[in-house]
Every structure is written in C-alpha cells, then in structure tokens.
C-alpha cells in the first residue's frame, strides 16, 4: 500500500501531473470561452443597428497547458458605453452639421440619458451552469487519465 501511494504522490508532485491538468482543463478553457463568447454575442444581438458590436466580440486564447488564459472582448466604439450607460450630454458639431432625421441636420443636439444594459456580466451569468459542468467534465477526465496512469 505505501509503495502505490508513494508512486501516487510522486507521480502528483512531478511534471507529468502539470502536463495532464493543463491539457484536461486547456480544453475545458477552450469550450467554456466559446460558449461564453457566443452568449455575449447572443445579449448584444439586441443591440444591433450597424451590427458592428456583435462582430467586434472576439477570443483571445494565449498560452499553453497549465499556462493557457482565454478571454473574451466586446470591441467596436459603443460596448462600453451600452454596458455602463451615459449620462444625458450635448453632442455638438465640430466640423460639419450632425445629420438629424433623413432631411435635416443641427449644431448641437441634446442626448438624454442612457440606461446601462450590463448585457456581458448578463452572459457570463448564464453561462455559469456550463461553466461549471465543463470543469466537472475535465476533473473527471483529469482523474481517469490519473487512474490509468496510476494503474499502469
């Protein structure tokens, strides 16, 4: 018994085991960004008038193994301000009119307040039950690959 668990702690405390956890959740990683990124896509969908915040959306994947990061941005000139809101605030021309309507153009217009629409935090939260069911899959995954190897 102790030469088995001997052979387990050591196998734990090598590099083999980094290996194994960083490929087991580098998938996992890979999965849950994805699917968190097309959420995000999915709640700024709503926002959509040129459509240019939906396709800003990207993934940023750097590194390997047990170094991988993964990110999600939501780019493009608006996100932050749909996200956080706007106080209401003149806009006011500074080389040429602002086109006002299909036929009229103004100095200076007036934008009352916009409401924060946090439309991120929102996908990232219900993103949470397959976040978590996709680190439950790659432990479960990690713990086969340790028991075959423990085995063998």
């Known amino acids: 018994m102790t030469d088995e668990f ?3 702690a050591s196998f734990l405390e090598g590099r083999e085991f980094g290996e194994l956890a960083g490929d087991s959740l580098a ?3 890979r999965q849950i960004v994805d699917d968190v990124a097309e959420r995000v896509r999915g709640r700024a969908r709503r926002h959509r008038k040129s459509g240019q915040m939906e396709r800003r ?4 994947v750097s590194g390997e193994g ?3 990061t993964a990110q999600v941005h939501a780019g493009g000139k608006v996100a932050h301000l749909i ?3 706007t106080r209401a605030h003149a806009i006011v021309a500074k080389a040429k009119p602002l ?3 299909p036929r009229s153009f103004a100095e200076s ?3 009352p307040r916009t409401r924060p629409d946090p439309f991120f935090a929102a996908a990232v939260d219900d993103s949470t039950p397959d976040i978590a069911a996709a680190l439950d899959d790659a432990g479960a995954d990690l713990v086969r690959q340790l028991a075959t190897r423990l085995e063998g």
């Open 57 to 60: 959306i990207r993934v940023k």
């Open 6 to 8: 001997d052979r387990a």
């Open 83 to 85: 996200a956080g809101g």
């Open 66 to 68: 047990e170094a991988q």
């Open 27 to 29: 998938g996992a990683e």
């Open 109 to 111: 217009v007036h934008h």
């Open 99 to 101: 086109p006002w309507g």
